[in-house]
Antibody, heavy 119, light 105 residues
Framework: EVQLLESGGGLIQPGGSLRLSCAVS????????MSWVRQPPGRGLEWVSS????????YYADSVKGRLTISKDGSKSTLFLHMDRLRADDTAVYYC????????????WGQGTLVTVSS | DIQMTQSPSTLSAVVGDRVTITCRAS??????LAWHQQKPGKAPKVLIS???RLRSGVSSRFSGGGSGTEFTLTISNLQPDDFATYYC?????????FGQGTKLE
């Protein structure tokens, strides 16, 4: 069974930085597209970023381009999201998701980690 | 970017009903469409992929259809556990996107 466990969320001031981690077990992340999806309080799902199986291709939503960086460490089966210049509208539960070998279809979700950007 | 629009936003039903949720894509996505179910305070769970393929362990009361730009999710014989919010997801492109959600109450 594939399991994903996010960590690293918390309260951060506007303009600050944070790094989220997603530990994956039961699957090889170097063989899968991996994604981050967020959900602001009381709202719907919003795609944030994806990374190819090899890690050579990355994709970002316009709202986070230039501020958030996705990466992964295959040897540790861990996905990361480095977040810079955080804004109040980045406040959300952040989920990591495992895709297939060639698509962003999310076949398994983590339980989510809450990021709150506030002074 | 491909925009996904779901209707209705809220759907009222009772146990035993048969309900249908619609998802429309701004451009053709063939059958690269999934449906996810989310309960309050929980992570989403994938129900259907490739528009109509039921994922392992998902009840056969759920069915999906459509292709191109218009898709449906139908739930037959509603059970109490089905009252949740449902999202469609297109994955034709790496810049995936979700519908705004349909709350089944």
């Amino acid at each position: 069974e594939v399991q994903l466990l996010e960590s690293g969320g918390g309260l951060i001031q506007p303009g600050g930085s944070l790094r989220l981690s997603c530990a994956v077990s039961g699957a090889t992340i170097t063989s899968s597209v991996m994604s981050w999806v967020r959900q602001p309080p009381g709202r719907g799902l919003e795609w944030v970023s994806s990374i190819s199986g090899t890690g050579t291709r990355t994709y970002y939503a316009d709202s986070v381009k230039g501020r958030l960086t996705i990466s992964k460490d295959g040897s540790k089966s861990t996905l990361f999201l480095h977040m810079d210049r955080l804004r109040a509208d980045d406040t959300a539960v952040y989920y990591c998701g495992k895709g297939t070998a060639a698509s962003t279809l999310i076949t398994a979700w983590g339980q989510g980690t809450l990021v709150t950007v506030s002074s | 970017d491909i925009q996904m629009t779901q209707s209705p936003s809220t759907l009222s039903a009772v146990v035993g009903d048969r309900v249908t949720i619609t998802c429309r894509a701004s451009h053709s996505i063939d059958t690269w469409l999934a449906w996810h179910q989310q309960k309050p305070g929980k992570a989403p769970k994938v129900l259907i992929s490739e528009a109509s393929r039921l994922r392992s362990g998902v009840s056969s009361r759920f069915s999906g259809g459509g292709s191109g730009t218009e898709f449906t999710l139908t739930i037959s014989n509603l059970q109490p556990d089905d009252f949740a919010t449902y999202y469609c997801q297109q994955y034709k492109t790496f810049s995936t996107s979700f519908g705004q959600g349909t709350k089944l109450e």
